[in-house]
């Protein structure tokens, strides 16, 4: 059973007079455990994609089912459970609530559970997941106070904090350097790889796209290519990077 | 249901964020909830003084007056004449001088002015130093018998101590006060020649809880044990105090003389009421009171003029008026069917008789059994409407006020969503119904007015209790208008706050991400 399937996705909206097709009818199946990249230039679609499979949006026309529930007609509230319980978010600017501990952004999800959580067991939940990005020491940190990387990881651990079965991230390498993207992404690879949880990745990196187990292309609103993938392994990754960073350093 | 605790904490910080912002709200809200507050404690102090006045104004007091003023009695009906105050003999004097205070210089009269003096009263008279129309209230055996002439229409007074003392008995009775009245001429040390001519009482320590109107704003009033001691002490009235020392002087432990005789003064007496304030002529204000034993003693007194009576209750004057005419009849032996030489009123009929010509006096006292519950009535009416009027004024203030607070707080909220969009945006991506968002603003705002009502509740008691202070308005903080204040005060936030929280809820969470 896949986790996420599309069938003749479309999605249009008015703009002033014209009305402009972001999605021109896609189909896709994601099973679980998959590590799905997109790709394509700005404007291809895949941004509209992201935020349908991510329940922000709702297709124009077509079928969207999530876990084998069709979710392309919920209201706005429903779609707000869906999002609370089954997905998680990584975004490129991070999203962290400034002036707020790491610990409490990662319990914002568990705010929006119902039926409400008690105050302690968001507390437990949010710390074993900052624990899980080896954050644990940071968790009374505010964001300001934190490295890109360390930011990053504390919204990885707010995406996991409800254990989510899908995790969509958009752009998560677009404001890290080199080393830290790999260290991002060394992340997503164990998420799937330890807990077979599904992560749909969009990028317009090439060697971003290339540590998926597969890489879907998009360019006008239409997927143009689908094929699987054989992982970049960051693990080595960052040894080869650091490698002649270290030398240089002269350790 | 909503985690109200956890988002309660959620405004709380993120009000905490923008402390500038938030504390300008807050003021906003606390000045509009604090003229709030002070206006309902100056509206509640206000009906209090009404309540006072009409407690002053007699509702539970007899009066027994020595002679009879009932005799003769006609009965008129609505033609009651304009009240007029009584005739000042200075004013007989110099009809049109206003001349109050006057320098005074026996020694450079000539008889002959004297003469001219007695003639302008259109009586022609032998002029004796005692018939001074001045100097006699300067002189004790002169003002015994203008005493005596005074105590009921030319009788010999008839009421004694001794009558007020089996008065007291009577069950029902709260008060019981002897006076002795008189007008005199009062002087300090070093200015002989400018006397005063005001009201002399001799009363008793009771009379502050009769005359509920009043304040001590330095000293007190006679006290027991000066009443008994015959001591020569003295309170002021005001406006006594005003001409002998000058305004805003502390009159206790000064010397004024009163038929040439040294008086301490240990209090100085002035209104409670913005409805009653002290004027010249006044019988209250324009007076001085001395102990009655005093006054007695150095006239070689043994009557009263009058004794003041409360009841405990408004509802028992008419029968403990009725019990003291029955006591007193049997004490001055009068037998069944005889005129009483005394006479029994409720100050209700007193206040209407005072001011009238004698004879519309008679014919008011026969009618004012009647009339005191229309002067009563008539009286709280015109208080009431007035006191209304101020109300509505203050009532306005506080609510243009509570307006522009609510506007403040609804400037703050959409600011607040305006700069927090992606945060919205955020929330909503994470789950967040957008009830959700909603709540949480409603509840910043109530939380910024509630804070707000309380600085308010606060700034209104120091306000009022200031007025009250310093200005001598009544005021009235109860603890239930507080509490309503900050109920209102977060009701405002409420509506308020509901445009901005509509905003917020109905952000699209894409855009709302995507905001910078």
């Known amino acids: ?251 | 249901m909503i985690p109200l605790r956890q988002f309660l904490q959620l405004a709380l910080q993120a009000l905490l964020r923008n402390r500038m912002q938030t504390g300008l709200a807050v003021l906003g809200m606390a000045v509009g909830v604090g003229a709030l507050v002070t206006s309902v404690a100056l509206g509640r102090g206000a009906q209090d003084a009404i309540a006072d006045q009409l407690r002053a104004a007699g509702a539970n007091v007899i009066v027994v007056t020595a002679g009879n003023y009932m005799a003769a009695h006609k009965v008129i009906k609505d033609d009651i004449v304009e009240g007029r105050a009584d005739p000042n003999p200075l004013d007989l004097l110099f009809p049109n001088s206003g001349l109050r205070k006057v320098s005074w210089h026996p020694a450079s009269l000539s008889g002959g002015l004297l003469q001219a003096v007695g003639g302008a009263q259109g009586r022609l008279q032998k002029v004796h130093f005692e018939d001074d129309p001045f100097a006699k209230h300067d002189h004790p055996t002169a003002a015994q018998r203008l005493g005596d002439a005074m105590a009921g229409l030319g009788s010999a007074a008839t009421l004694t101590r001794e009558d007020a003392a089996a008065i007291r008995k009577i069950p029902g009775v709260q008060y019981v006060v002897s006076g002795v009245h008189n007008n005199s001429r009062v002087f300090i040390a070093g200015h002989r020649d400018e006397k005063w001519f005001t009201r002399m009482h001799g009363t008793e320590a009771d009379l502050p809880e009769i005359r509920t109107g009043w304040v001590f704003p330095h000293g007190r009033f006679l006290n027991p044990n000066e009443v008994e001691g015959k001591e020569q002490v003295m309170a002021l009235g005001q406006i006594v105090s005003d001409h002998l020392f000058g305004p805003k002087v502390n009159p206790v432990g000064k010397i004024v003389f009163l038929w040439n005789q040294p008086f301490k003064v240990v209090g100085l007496i002035g209104s409670r009421s913005w409805a009653q304030q002290p004027a010249v002529g006044d019988d209250e204000f324009d007076a001085v009171y001395v102990p009655v034993t005093t006054v007695n003693h150095l006239l070689d007194l043994s009557k009263l003029n009058n004794i003041t009576i409360t009841t405990k209750s408004v509802g028992q004057t008419t029968q403990v008026a009725k019990e003291i005419g029955d006591l007193l009849r049997k004490r001055h032996k009068i037998a069944d069917g005889m005129p009483a030489d005394f006479t029994v009123k409720t100050q209700a009929e007193q206040v209407i008789g005072k001011g009238l010509s004698p004879e519309l006096a008679y014919a008011v006292g026969g009618n004012a059994k009647s009339m005191d519950q229309l002067t009563i009535a008539k009286l709280s009416g015109s208080l009431e409407r007035a006191n209304r009027t101020m109300l509505g004024l203050l009532a306005g203030v506080a609510t243009v006020s509570l307006l522009v607070g609510g506007i403040g707080v609804m400037n703050l909220l959409l600011l607040s969503v305006t700069q927090r969009t992606r945060e919205v945006g955020l929330r909503m991506a994470v789950g967040a119904r957008r009830s959700d968002v909603a709540v949480q603003f409603v509840l910043e705002a109530m939380l910024l007015s509630v804070a707000g009502g309380l600085v308010g509740v606060l700034a209104g008691v120091l306000a009022s209790g200031s007025l009250e202070r310093f200005f001598k308005w009544s005021a009235d903080i109860s603890s239930m208008s507080a509490v309503m204040a900050v109920v209102v005060a977060a009701v405002i936030g409420m509506v308020f706050g509901v445009y901005p929280a509509r905003r917020a809820a109905q952000l699209d969470p894409i855009e709302a991400l995507r905001h910078e």
């Open chain 1, 1 to 251: 059973m896949p986790v996420i399937s599309l069938q003749n996705l479309k999605k249009s909206y008015k703009l002033g007079d014209n009305t402009v097709h972001a999605l021109r009818g896609a189909s896709l199946d994601i099973e679980a455990g998959e590590f799905v990249t997109i790709t394509g230039p700005s404007g291809s679609g895949k941004s509209t994609l992201m935020h349908i499979l991510g329940c922000l949006d709702r297709p124009t026309d077509g079928k969207y089912l999530l876990n084998d529930r069709d979710v392309s007609n919920l209201s706005r509230d429903e779609l707000a459970a869906i999002r609370n319980k089954q997905i998680g978010f990584v975004f490129q600017g991070f999203n962290l609530l400034p002036r707020t501990t790491a610990v409490e952004n990662v319990e914002v999800p568990l705010l929006y559970s119902r039926p409400a959580m008690p105050a302690i067991e968001r507390r437990k939940l949010a710390l074993a997941a900052l624990k899980s990005m080896g954050l644990e020491e940071r968790a009374h940190h505010h964001p300001s106070q934190l490295s890109g990387g360390q930011q990053q990881r504390v919204a990885i651990a707010r995406a996991l904090v409800n254990q989510p079965s899908l995790i969509l991230a958009d752009e998560p390498t677009g404001n890290l350097d080199t080393k830290t993207s790999i260290e991002v992404m060394r992340i997503l690879q164990e998420l799937r790889e330890r807990r077979a949880i599904t992560i749909v990745l969009i990028t317009h990196e090439p060697d971003i796209a290339a540590y998926g187990t597969r890489i879907i292309s998009v360019r006008d609103g239409a997927i143009v290519s689908d094929k699987p993938n054989d992982p970049t392994p960051a693990l080595e990754h960052v040894a080869e990077v650091e490698a002649p960073r270290m030398a240089a350093n002269g350790i």
